[in-house]
């Protein structure tokens, strides 16, 4: 087996693994070798697909605060995010912002020369920096091209990582598949970030990309690592009917509406006033409320129940200009111009709040007291957290920016403290990367009869079912009996592709085994937390409960059975409130 | 000046520019040797040909010659009827690569699809219903990742904006992978060749001051003027489309091609870069822009409506006429 050395090594190439990357770089005055590790092209990750924006106090003088920034996020969130870690996004998201500017990113600019900040769900100012309604891809690009010009910083295209290395709570490094070869690579380094991204793909009605399959937090659970309010998953109120890719919120924070089957502006009976500009949990439950008491519409293609989204009263300039996207996706998918027609929407699984258990700093906490040497996480697969029970509109981005180059200079630093040296625990990777190579080879090697893809189908099936904008006990307990029936279906799994190269098969076969075991996790946490709080909402337990539940939910397998406790929420200056738009 | 009276002027003078740029070339003012400026004279005599004879017809033939089976010695599979009965049924032929016989091998498909079924849907649900052993590179699903660049028939298509059922010809979809880039496996193509020719012109803002380029509170100033004349050569996704469907990148492996030089541009236009001239020295070679040739058919299949091939024209002008398609202003530091 090859063995590739570094000093760093960060697993996944979006907007938080390129930030670390290059922030970790200029910390060591570029003195440490870092491998930035893929699964797919390294500009290709799902940041791309970030379309609205990242928010951020950039004018001060123009009325808005870090302390009105913190409190919206925080009140968003349902009073479930750690208030420090807040405070610390609501400081540190402008200077991002601007670096990104100073390394290419395109940003609307007004007369002045001000970047343009527009208004976005649960923010009480426009606070929003956008470059059209690319942003995510804009950024991507931006630091594709800045990292390709620091040479200590080697880019590992298409390596999938099948397994974290952890030694008596110390990162060793980690076992991947070369895609490229078929062959079996041992990746070791002194520090680890995860920067994997989320797994809305457990879903079926997603607008998540199909590389979505959260291989991070999933590895970081096999190790015995603890992952954090894992029931929390947001969906976006506006995915495009029938395929779910993400119509911006953008769209509604430059003047669209969303109309029912009856023409009316239904959100006036849920948040009157927001509007259209409520949270993301609020809007998607008054769509699937609008839904249930029959006043959506009918796809006739795909026969899913949708509300629309009507730009047609916005200037069309201002949406070429603003939302091009939006646009240039609803002309290509489905041939609509909203010029004309209305846009057919229903929420889709879009953001995982929940995550790899980290510490304000980001470091990865293996249970709730000891964290891990050596090893972050940032970007969506960590759970810092900041969104708490639901995340406001471009606040991702600005976690990503910001704890990325927090984990980046973390990692630096540690390794100038203890040095760079690979010492005796490299025969100790060496053993776990070889039983890795062996029970993949006996994955493809094996005559197992399961359809692999057969089992992914159910698995988002059951998933949509009972896991979607409103759960109920009856729902969750049976998705948990059909993940049980999954996982040990999996264990007699058929791969048909038994050739090295570009095997897709049996990458897909290890995306589909780390589903598994998250929808598990999502689904057990899910169960336990009896209450309705952000966007878990529980149709049995309707209403929050901060006595019994203002609490993190952590989740770490042993031996093979979960083990879940709660960790309390960290509050600052905001009391938890009744929360009302 | 506008972007759009840059574009008027490039494509309106293309005409008499060669006239021009074969009499510097000729009289050595590129900073050139007097032999490679005769050849650049000639490879321009033949671009006038290429216009006069009509560059849009000829593009247009070169895209549908693409993936012809008996060119490329394709082994098909035996001809069977489209099964009857579903309407929206289509048969795809896919030609994949194989690895031991170093050729393309037809695999023969029947998909059920629906309206609005992109040929990545169809290719997805061959993968999952039908042949698991399929590969091909994909990843968002909306066209902004770059990753499903593949011919669909014969033409650099995005698999997954290109509309199924609006894409068959009598029933028939034919896929291939981009014969342009180095075969790996299926419709999987290596990228490393691309990706090190984008990081070969310094794909990024280059300042003197880097801990300002790194920490400063503020933003450099940048007019929308300014920022409009490098936007529309930003939308580049990386997926390779251009690059397939150069004639020169086909013929020789060494020219930078459209991609890589879009991006030069893209930086060189931008106010914020201080690396100013030397940019354009970097791609001021033979290998670089003199050996483009006008086809065009990399704005043709540009998904992003990138266009590559005024970029490569406006930076030969740039050389030759310094300051004629942009004032260069610095970009300061907002006070």
Redesign the interface.
Known sequence: METLDYDLVILGTGIAGMCAA??AS?ASKNSIRIALVSK??A????S??AEGGISGVLYPEGGDTQDMHAYDTIKGSDFLADQDAVELLAKSA??EI??F????V??N?D?K?K?TQRPFGGMSIPRTAFAAD?TG??MM??LY??V??IGNVSIL?ENFATSLIINENRFLGLHAIDL?TGESRLIRANACIIATGGASRVFKFTTN???CTGDGTALALRAGLSLKDMEFVQFHPTALV??G??ITEAARGEGGYLLNSKGERFMKAYAPSKMELAPRDIVSRSIITEINEGRGIADQ??GLQHVLLDLRHLDHRAIEEKLP?VR??TM????LDPFNEPIPVRPAAHFTMGGINTNINGQVMRDMNSAVSGLWAAGECSCVSVHGANRLGSNSLSQCAVWGRMTGISAAEYLSRNGTKQDVDSKVAELYAAKEEDRIARLIGGNGQND??RI??DLRDTMDMNLYVYRNEKGMSAAKKDIERMASDFKSIA???K?K?????IR?VLEIENLICLAQAITECAIRRKESRGAHSRTDYASRNDNEWLSHTVIRMENGNPEIAYQPVRITKWKPEERKY | MKESQIAILTYGSMIGAPVLLALLALLNLSGLGTLYGIYTGLRILLAVDLLLFGAIGIREIYLGKRVNPIKLGIKTAEEQPIRNGEADTLRFRVYRFKEESKRLEESVYDVAVGKYTSVLGALVKIKAEKDPTISMRYSCNMGICGSCGMTVNGKPSLACETNALKSARNGIITIGPMLGHPLLKDLVTDFDDFFGKHESISPHLEREDRKEKYEAPKEYAQTREQIGRFLPYSYCIMCGLCMDACPVVNTNPAFLGPQALSQAYRYYMDSRDQMGERRLQMVNTKDGVWDCEYAGTCSEVCPKGVDPATAIQSMKFEMLVPKFVMKKEGAEMEK
């Open positions: 290059i922030h200029e797919l092209h500009m290709r990750s799902h791309v697909a402008p200077r601007r670096f500017e100073h390394i290419g395109p940003w600019r007369e020369q970047i690319k891809f804009f690009r931006a091209d800045e390709s010009g295209h490229a990309s199909y590389s029938p395929t890719v993400l293609e795909s996207m240039e996706i290509k998918m489905i041939n692999p893809y992914l189908a791969i048909k592709d050739g190269r570009f095997n897709t098969n897909d």
